[in-house]
DNA sequence: GCTTGACCTCAAGCTACCTTGAGGTTGCAC
DNA sequence: GTGCAACCTCAAGGTAGCTTGAGGTCAAGC
C-alpha cells in the first residue's frame, strides 16, 4: 500500500497495452476500482495489470464483460488478490477452454461426417441444428460457440 | 429452376431458423442474392438453404459477415453449387477449425503452466503477450481468438 | 371485390464494446 | 509560479449484427 506502488491511468495502459479510454470504461462497468487521489485522478493497484490481462485472455475466450465481472467478483475487493484467489478463477478457465475444444472438435467431426458421405446437406447432417438456435432470441452481436 | 422450386423468404426463414429480417440484412451485406418475382417479392432457390446454414456454422466459428462472403464468393454465382463446390468451401473451414483448437490448446498450456509454476504473473508467463495486441487497433466488437 | 397475411422499403433503434471530441483541471518540472 | 503533458467528465459517434416500426403492396381465399 506504498503510495509509490500506485499507479496513473496512463502507466497502467502502456504496460496493459490497453487505451486509456478503455480502462476507464471498465471501470464504468465496474470491472476494475482505482483509488483517487485529491485531485480526483484515478490511481491503480499493481495487481490490477494482472487484473486487466485477465480481462483481455478472457475476451479471447469468448466471454463477454458482464461474465467476466462475475468472475473477477471472485477475488476479494479490498485486498490485493492472492495466489490462490487467483488460481481459483483460471482453473474455472480452464474449464471454459476445456468445453470449447470439446464443441469445436465436435463440430470438425460433423464436418467430416459431411464431406465423407458426400451429402452435404449440412442441415440434414446436423452439422447445424435449426432447433438448437430457434428461439434463441436476443439481439446484439452474436459470439462464438455459445 | 422450376417455378415451383423457388421459395418466399418466409418459407427460408423457417427452414433455417433465421429471421426473415435477418435474411433481408444478409441480401443487403451481398452474401445471398435472391430472384424478384414481378410483384418485387424474392423467391429463393432451395440451395440457399445450405447457403444460409453455413453462415450460421461460420459465424459460430467466430467470421465476421465480411470473411464469411469472401468464403462464398468462392461457390459459382449463378448455378446451383455443386456437391464439390461445397467440399473446397468444407476443407476450408476444417483448416479454420484446426487452427482454432491448437490455438486454445496453446492457451490451456500456458494457463497450466501459471498455475503450475505458482507465479501466476499473467504478462511475464506470455500468457497474454501485450506486444501481440500493441497496435491491432481497429474498433467495434471484440472477436475471440483473431 | 374485399379481406387477410405475407411481403416490400426505408429509417431508426438496440446491444456490445469502445473511441473521439469538447471543455476543463492537476501535478510535476523548471 | 508557470507551462505543459497527463489527467478529468460527459456526450456523441462508430462498427458489427441485427430488430422494430411506419407506411404501403401483393396474392390467394371467400
Redesign the pocket.
Known amino acids: 500500500m506504498d503510495k509509490n506502488d500506485l499507479l496513473?491511468?496512463?502507466?497502467l495502459?502502456r504496460r496493459t497495452g490497453?487505451?486509456?479510454?478503455?480502462i476507464?470504461?471498465?471501470e464504468d462497468?465496474g470491472l476494475i476500482a482505482?483509488y483517487?487521489?485529491?485531485?480526483?485522478?484515478?490511481r491503480f493497484l499493481r495487481s490490477d495489470i494482472r487484473r486487466l490481462s485477465f480481462?483481455l485472455i478472457a475476451?479471447k475466450l469468448g466471454?463477454?464483460?458482464?461474465e467476466i465481472e462475475e468472475e473477477l467478483s471472485k477475488l476479494p475487493r479490498g485486498r490485493t488478490p492472492t495466489q490462490s484467489d487467483w488460481q481459483k478463477i483460471s482453473r474455472s478457465m480452464r474449464g471454459q477452454i476445456d468445453k470449447k475444444i470439446a464443441l469445436l472438435s465436435l463440430t470438425r467431426r460433423k464436418l467430416d461426417e459431411c464431406i465423407g458421405c458426400g451429402c452435404l446437406s449440412l442441415t440434414r447432417c446436423q452439422l447445424y441444428n435449426r432447433d438448437d438456435r430457434a428461439g434463441t432470441g436476443g439481439?446484439?452481436?452474436?459470439?462464438v460457440l455459445d
Chains 1, 2 share one sequence.
Open positions: 496513473p491511468i496512463g502507466e495502459a490497453l487505451a486509456v479510454s478503455a476507464r470504461f471498465y462497468k482505482p483517487r487521489t485529491m485531485g480526483n485522478q484515478r480481462i475476451q466471454l463477454g464483460l458482464t439481439t446484439g452481436p452474436r459470439f
